[in-house]
């Protein structure tokens, strides 16, 4: 059995080494970085049993899989399939990912403010629904935050206005190369995605959350359902 990642770009990844540190090595795990989904979907077709997707492909892997699990229909992004004898099988485990990720704090949130629009703010709004949170989604694009707040029927704002909003979870999705936004940090938990080049893990909160505890744990929760078996998740850990 093989398996990979697809993206682009998606060098210095740190998913080889978590998936080889939960198998022992047993498992091959490639980086699959093409320019478009077509020549990466192509690549994973032929030659693995399963893949986790990065951006920006969770929305095209959606729309290319024949099951779709709750957590992906929910958000319509798909960020790992597994080749079954019934077809292509579309999961969400980035959902799974940010609960556990902000549970683990122990701290009580009830408002989110979900920062982005892409496959991965589309899972944080339904991770934050699951926390119990009211949402608002906040992007630089006024079309793709209309239609993003539409999709979930949550509120919509343009981050250029959400600094008076005072939410207690921000889950912030954006690029680190994205210059950190002007919003009330401090009191609130804050969970970055990104952990290669970080925007926020300076700023003034509540808590902050690096983007590796939602990696590790949306990890630990895909890599059962590509191999059955359970991954190591304190040797996961200690890669991290």
């Not at 993206?7 to 490639?30: E, N, Q, T, W």
Request: aromatic fraction near 10%.
């Amino acid at each position: 059995m093989k398996f990979a990642l697809i993206g682009h770009p998606i060098a210095g990844s740190l998913s080889p080494a978590l998936f080889s540190a939960a198998y022992d090595g047993r498992y091959p795990y490639d980086l699959l970085d093409f320019e478009t989904f077509d020549e990466a979907w192509n690549a994973f077709l032929a030659h693995y049993k399963g893949i986790n997707v990065t951006a920006p492909y969770k929305q095209d892997a959606y729309t290319s899989v024949d099951w779709l699990s709750e957590g992906a229909r929910e958000s319509g992004a798909v960020n790992l399939v597994v080749k079954r004898a019934d077809g292509l099988c579309g999961y969400n485990t980035d959902v799974d990912g940010i609960v556990a990720a902000v549970r683990e704090t122990g701290l009580p949130v009830a408002d989110a403010l979900v920062v982005g629009t892409g496959g991965a703010a589309r899972a944080a709004i339904v991770a934050a629904r699951r926390l119990g949170c009211r949402v608002t989604v906040a992007g630089r694009s006024a079309d793709k935050v209309e239609a993003l707040s539409q999709a979930f029927g949550c509120r919509g704002i343009l981050l250029s206005e959400a600094g008076p909003y005072r939410p207690d979870l921000i889950l912030y999705t954006l690029p680190g190369t994205a210059p950190a936004p002007a919003l009330a940090y401090e009191g609130a938990v804050v969970l970055e995605a990104e952990y290669k080049h970080p925007a926020l893990s300076a700023q003034p909160c509540r808590a902050y959350i690096s983007g590796k505890r939602w990696l590790l744990h949306q990890a630990a929760a895909g890599y059962a359902l590509f191999t059955g078996e359970a991954p190591s998740f304190e040797k996961m850990q200690e890669v991290l």
